[in-house]
């Protein structure tokens, strides 16, 4: 196990693209003040909980990806890595991000990315059992939509406390 497949867990071309659409939600949730701590702890924090979540969809995913001639050269599915190890990688990602925001941010901020990362581990759940058409990945889909709402949520809060 190196430390090259504990990176390749986070998917971090997805984690990019979320947290520029913090970027972009902060932006257009503070016209009027910026606050450049409340910005890099919303920017980290995604950043932790995207990484947490895409490491706990491949450790959900293990079996069906080692089936998969597109995913089956994934960490946990190649057998690179203990799947105890990415789902204990996961949580602890996700929880720091939680973390993050809560104190970083505000509550409701890191309370959003919780429901996100819910829904996602809920929907790759119900997946399995539900026939799904969808031309997109659910899992950039799903937090590219709330990280915005997250941003703004912070930008709004750090703005009533100025």
Known sequence: MMMKDYLELTKPRITVLIVICTAVGYFFGSPNSFHLAAFIHALLGTALMASGTAALNQ?????????????????????????IHGLIFG?????????????????????TMRCGETSIVRARASRRSTKMICTQDPLTCDVISLTPQAATCTSAQSRRTT
Not at 92 to 104: P, Q
């Open 59 to 83: 450790w959900y995913e293990a079996d069906s990806d080692s089936r998969m001639r597109r995913t089956s050269k994934r960490p946990i599915a190649a057998g690179r890595m203990k799947r």
């Open 91 to 111: 949580i602890f990602l996700s929880v720091a991000g939680f973390a993050d925001l809560w104190l970083g941010t505000n509550p409701l901020a890191a309370a």
